[in-house]
């Protein structure tokens, strides 16, 4: 089973946490006008506005407005980060665990996906139990990555449930369950994480924590590989072998209904 460590921010913000002097830079950052918002948002960031510090690295680590640069974004991220702010944290973190404008420090990574996921931060929770499970800059303790990858799922994080459905699969940190792996590969599913509807297809497939159902399982395979998932598309051809056309048809429409009805139709 595959457990990805998750870098990339999508990132809202809510008014109260805006002071009027960030307003036009955010504003300009919000229509993709990065060049504008870098010059807007610099003297706030130079003040010593944690929003602005982590806004300004973000641009520099992604080259929006600005050209590519690891090492500044590293410096900005550093700075908002010295203030509490989980965005900078988590960012920081991120660019120790990916050694990008910094050297590959991956205890130095989960010190501050900690902080990050201490203050609630959902993608911070989500690595630090990646970390815990895989052993990588902490001693692993299968335990911890369950107690950070159910913070990460109370947010939401298909991640973090399509994990939990890994650990009662294996049996690692909560007792092996495979009607709760079932369970929570199916909340993953549900949000269109590719990897937990390949694994809930193996799940119908084998008859694993539910009924063994092929149709279902050939479903399951078929919307993984519509993500171009490759593992997931040698699977719908094994379930198919199983299946009479009739049953193949019904697979597929069961496959179109839940894009119609997920918005992912057209």
């Known amino acids: 089973m595959r457990l990805l460590i998750v870098t990339a921010l999508v990132v809202t913000f809510a008014a109260p946490v805006l002071s009027q002097d960030l307003t036009m830079g955010l504003a300009a950052y919000l229509r ?5 918002a870098l010059q807007e948002l610099r003297p706030s960031a130079t003040q010593g506005n944690a929003v602005a510090q982590w806004y300004v690295g973000d641009m520099y680590q992604k080259g929006q407005g600005v050209s590519e640069n690891n090492a500044e974004a590293v410096k900005w991220y550093r700075k908002a980060a010295a203030q509490g702010n989980q965005l ?19 205890a130095e990574a989960a010190k501050w996906y900690r902080k990050a996921a201490e203050q609630g931060q959902e993608l911070a929770q989500l690595n630090l139990g990646i970390m815990y499970y895989v ?35 294996e049996g690692r940190g909560v007792l092996q369950d495979y009607a709760k792996a079932a369970k929570w590969f ?4 549900e949000q269109g994480d590719a990897l937990a509807q390949n694994s809930l297809g193996v799940m119908y497939g084998e008859g694993r924590g539910v009924p063994q ?41 069961l496959a179109r209904e839940w894009m119609e009805k997920h918005g992912k139709g057209e």
């Open 186 to 189: 199916l909340k993953a599913a």
């Open 135 to 169: 052993g990588q800059g902490v001693q692993q303790d299968y335990s911890s990555s369950v107690t950070w990858f159910r913070k990460a799922a109370a947010h939401g994080s298909a991640a973090a449930q399509r994990n939990l459905g890994v650990t009662h699969l």
């Open 32 to 36: 993709r006008e990065y060049a504008m």
């Open 88 to 106: 900078g944290q988590f960012s920081l973190g991120a660019m120790y665990d990916k050694g990008w404008g910094v050297a590959q420090d991956h």
């Open 213 to 253: 159902d092929h149709v279902k399982a050939h479903m399951w395979f078929n919307l993984a590989a519509a993500q171009e998932d490759a593992e997931a598309a040698n699977n719908r051809e094994v379930a198919a072998s199983k299946l009479t056309p009739a049953q193949i048809s019904k697979a597929q429409r």
